[in-house]
């Protein structure tokens, strides 16, 4: 256990101590989906739900969760981020929504939760506001697509 950088020598969970770490430019990009039926997309489209414009309610909802990532996930620093944005795309084919989200920062962790958690939540707002029509839409591929900088280096799914 002693090789998993968040559990101590005597195998209980712990912060990872960044404070040597440099500070560099760091980014990170994430993407999901949710499936629905034809109707549910079209009246997401028509902004026809009951509880509003879910693409507008999903990206803000995106934002706020990236800045309260380390919130929401235990052992996850605070960032300081300087960027962090979604988009949301209609797929009539699907049919349903892809989201793709960014986060930057300059500091000394990456950000990639940050992006994730955007991800995640974006999707359950849509969730949450289309349920009342569909209860049957599905969550997935929730998936880190890319980061750069740290320790680390680049990375990019293939």
Same mark, same amino acid.
């Given at each position: 256990? $002693?090789? =998993?950088?968040?559990? *101590? +020598?005597?195998?209980? %969970?712990?912060?990872?101590? !960044?404070? #040597?770490?440099?500070? &560099? ?21 028509? $902004?026809? =739900?009951?509880?509003? *414009? +879910?693409?507008?309610? %999903?990206?803000?909802?995106? !934002?706020? #969760?990236?800045?309260? &990532? ?32 960014? %986060? ?55």
């Amino acid at each position: 256990m $002693s090789d =998993l950088s968040h559990i *101590d +020598a005597e195998g209980r %969970a712990h912060m990872v101590d !960044i404070g #040597a770490k440099s500070e &560099t430019a760091r980014t990170a990009r994430a993407e999901g989906s949710i499936s629905m039926k034809a109707e549910t997309l079209e009246a997401i489209e028509r $902004s026809a =739900l009951a509880k509003g *414009d +879910a693409i507008d309610a %999903a990206r803000i909802a995106g !934002i706020m #969760a990236a800045k309260r &990532t380390s919130e929401l996930i235990p052992l996850c620093h605070q960032v300081a981020l300087t960027d962090v944005g979604l988009d949301l795309e209609v797929d009539r084919l699907m049919p349903g929504v892809r989201v793709t989200a960014w %986060a930057s920062t300059r500091g000394r962790t990456g950000v990639e939760m940050e992006a994730l958690t955007a991800v995640s939540v974006a999707l359950l707002t849509i969730y949450d506001m289309a349920k009342a029509i569909d209860r049957g839409m599905a969550i997935s591929d929730v998936r880190l697509t890319e980061k750069r900088g740290g320790k680390s280096g680049d990375w990019k799914r293939d």
